[in-house]
């Protein structure tokens, strides 16, 4: 939509109301003059989970190796291939030779799985989502898609549709190509997957909005695996800050961790505390305890200086403009109002920075800035944006995100077009008013 500046009539409101607070939806990147938290990992992001807001970030965008945080990509395209009912949960699945002797490594995570035993793949998910189960992730792969390469081109292909623009995998665990005895799908033997911090938040962002079932699986703090064991094998989660864990944080529901020797120690993590829901990441720490403990240090900013505030109202209207004209339609005017309210996370004491801003479609106007009748009830005629008027905002995660923090302006009621003969002795006073109007103007100059 374009702003419309008609002659007389102003079409584009940048409405500021005092006590009408909005947020931005620009995707610009612009931080704040002093960064608010010290995160001490070399990548870290802190998102809105609800909208994709960023809060806070440091080298988002930087591409790093993200280790088993790779499986966030695994565990979204099984879940979309249960939803679609291609598997499901009770599906059995068997294992060959390449993936059973790759988990009996047990230098890797996993658990020890059987070419004589049949698993399903719950059983195997849970191992994946748990204990970060590598044999176990390549197995259902291979289940869906026939070989683990075919799983991982699936899986760039979603990266690529869901907006991963710094992503791209060459296996489906996020261990070292060297690890994978000679299996690796692509690229060379020292090759790993490559993700910024930004993709990893986005990705974890799409996962729990797309398929809200994983928390059921990453908020699992221990279980047991005893298919085809002789003895149960313990699988504590390798999330920490679950409850009863050692690094426990109040609201964490997942979402995964990841190390290797390249990646450093890396973690997006899930967390709500009544209606904040946040997701964050840190890439590269240098060991499992800093990456709880920068993790603690998002999530604490966001949990102690975010609020969420209704910054629109259904049915708000723009100052001095709460009618617009009409032409060739029974009613000269028409009402308009917001079509539903806007909710934003917003920093504690930030609430008067936001301004709302309306902007109305020119294509719908005539020149002199009316629409043309007829008029439907609940057409849009506009949107409603929010603008920051301060530059302490990060944006979203995507464009399209930022576009959802708006509502349409649209109209109240309608306007049904006149009839011809309405028109016409509607033209015909207003033609008899000018000559009328002209009569008088010119007797006046007689005097």
């Known amino acids: 939509m374009k702003s419309l ?9 940048a409405i500021m109301v005092a006590g009408a607070v909005m947020s931005n939806v620009t995707t610009t990147k612009v931080e704040a003059a002093e960064p608010p938290i010290d995160v001490k990992a070399p990548s870290a992001i802190l998102v809105d989970a609800d909208t994709g807001r960023i809060l806070y970030e ?19 395209l099984i879940l979309e291939a249960i939803k679609k009912g291609t598997i499901s949960w009770d599906t059995p699945v068997r294992i060959n030779d390449y993936i059973y002797k790759l988990s009996q490594n047990r230098n890797l995570s996993g658990v020890p799985l059987r070419k004589d035993v ?8 849970k191992a994946m989502a748990i204990y970060s189960a590598n044999s176990a992730t390549i197995a259902i792969g291979r289940k869906i898609y ?15 549709e869901l907006g991963l623009k710094d992503t791209k995998f060459v296996n489906s665990t996020g261990l070292n190509n060297s690890d994978l005895m000679g299996h690796e799908p692509f690229g060379g033997p020292n090759d790993e997957n490559v993700m910024s911090a930004h993709d990893a938040a986005l990705l974890a962002y799409r996962l729990v909005k797309d ?13 047991k695996f005893t298919k085809g064991v002789e003895s149960p094998i313990n699988m504590p989660n390798w999330n920490f800050m679950l409850p009863g864990l050692v690094f426990e944080y109040e609201g964490v529901l997942g979402l995964k961790t990841g190390h290797t020797d390249k990646a450093g120690y890396c973690f997006t993590s899930y967390a709500e505390r009544g209606d904040v829901h946040l997701i964050s990441v840190v890439m590269k720490t240098d060991s499992l305890k800093q990456r709880f403990a920068q993790t603690r240090v998002l999530l604490d900013y966001g949990f102690n200086n975010f609020h969420k505030v209704t910054l629109l109202n259904k049915g708000y209207q723009p100052k001095g403009k709460k009618q617009l004209p009409v032409v060739k339609g029974k009613e000269d005017q028409v009402g308009i109002e917001a079509k539903q309210s806007i909710q934003l996370l917003i920093r504690s004491g930030t609430k008067n920075q936001y ?3 309306v902007t109305f479609d020119e294509s719908l106007f005539t020149k002199d800035g009316a629409l043309t009748a007829p008029v439907k009830k609940g057409q849009q005629v506009g949107t409603v944006t929010i603008e920051n008027t301060k530059t302490d905002t990060y944006g979203y995660l995507t464009k399209q995100q930022a576009a959802q923090a708006a509502s349409a302006i649209v109209t109240t009621g309608q306007v049904e077009k006149a009839s011809w003969f309405s028109l016409m002795f509607r033209s015909i006073g207003h033609g008899l008013s000018h000559f009328f109007s002209g009569i008088g103007d010119m007797i006046k100059g007689w005097f």
């Open 118 to 125: 049949t698993y399903t793949v719950q059983e195997l998910y």
């Open 5 to 13: 500046i008609p002659r007389g009539l102003v079409m584009t409101l």
């Open 146 to 160: 026939g070989s683990e390469k075919k799983f991982v081109e699936a899986m760039n292909e979603k990266a690529e």
């Open 58 to 76: 440091k080298n988002a965008d930087v591409k790093r190796s993200p280790a088993s945080m790779t499986k966030m990509m695994a565990e979204y």
């Open 211 to 223: 398929h809200p079932n994983v928390l059921k699986y990453t908020s699992i703090p221990k279980a």
């Open 355 to 357: 301004k709302p801003k």
